[in-house]
C-alpha cells in the first residue's frame, strides 16, 4: 500500500494518526496500522469472551430459576427489577430478534448491549445491588458496587472503540485487559484463567509493551 492508497482507503485523518505517531514514515505507518488490527481483533476476542460471561453471571443470578419463556414473566419487563430506561432497552432488543423464533430470555439476554449490563451496576440500582446482583460476584466478598460501576463504565467505552474501528493508539489497552480478567476473577477465579487461555491474555498483555505481532489465534 502506497501513501497516496493509504490516504484513499484509510481516509486522510486516519492515515494521519498513524503517519504522526511514527514521525512521518509511511512505511512504519503502515506496519504500525497493520499491528493496530491485530490489536483490535485481540481485543474484541477477549471482549467477547467477557460479555458473554457476565451477562450470563448476571442472568443466572437474576433469572436462574425463571422459565424461558413468556418473556413477560422474566426479570427481563419486571419494573420491581429494572427501571424503566433499562426494560425499554430490553423492549428494543426483543424487536431486534428474528422475527419467526420464539423469544426466549437466553435470546434477548445475548441481545441486550454491554451498555445495558454496564447500567445494572450504576447508582439507581443500589439496592439490587444489595440484595442480589453482589451475588454475581461471588469470589469477592468485600466488593462495593462503585468499583464495578468504574471499571465497566471504562470497559464500555474501550469496546464501542473497538466495535467501531476507533484508534486504540493512547488508549490504556492494558489496563482494559486486567480489568476484563479482574472481574472475572470476581465471578469465578477459574473463570479468569479461562479468559486467560482463550483468549491469549498474557501473550496480548505483553505485545502491547513492545507493539510486537498479536496471537489471535
Not at 502491547?208 to 496471537?215: E, G, Q, Y
Request: glycine letters at 4%; a positive charge.
Amino acid at each position: 500500500m502506497n501513501e497516496q492508497q493509504a490516504r484513499a482507503w484509510l481516509s486522510d485523518p486516519r492515515y494521519e494518526r498513524f503517519l504522526a505517531d511514527c514521525g512521518g514514515d509511511h512505511r512504519s505507518a503502515i506496519a504500525l496500522y497493520e499491528w493496530h488490527a491485530e490489536l483490535a481483533a485481540a481485543s474484541f476476542k477477549l471482549i467477547h469472551h467477557f460479555e458473554v460471561l457476565l451477562r450470563n453471571s448476571v442472568d443466572a443470578v437474576l433469572g436462574g430459576d425463571q422459565l424461558q419463556a413468556p418473556i413477560e414473566d422474566t426479570w427481563l419487563l419486571d419494573f420491581d427489577i429494572l427501571r424503566r430506561n433499562e426494560v425499554r432497552r430490553v423492549l428494543v432488543a426483543i424487536e431486534r430478534l428474528e422475527k419467526g423464533k420464539p423469544v426466549t430470555r437466553g435470546r434477548v439476554v445475548a441481545t441486550l448491549s454491554l451498555a445495558f449490563w454496564t447500567s445494572l451496576f450504576g447508582k439507581p440500582y443500589d439496592e439490587l445491588w444489595r440484595s442480589r446482583l453482589r451475588l454475581v460476584f461471588p469470589a469477592r466478598s468485600t466488593l462495593v458496587r462503585k468499583e464495578v460501576t468504574a471499571r465497566m463504565k471504562l470497559l464500555q467505552r474501550f469496546r464501542n472503540r473497538v466495535a467501531h474501528h476507533d484508534s486504540l493508539l493512547g488508549q490504556n489497552v492494558q489496563a482494559r485487559v486486567e480489568d476484563m480478567l479482574a472481574i472475572a476473577s470476581w465471578i469465578d477465579p477459574a473463570a479468569r484463567a479461562w479468559l486467560e487461555e482463550w483468549s491469549g491474555a498474557p501473550e496480548f498483555s505483553a505485545a502491547l509493551a513492545t507493539r510486537r505481532a498479536v496471537p489471535v489465534g
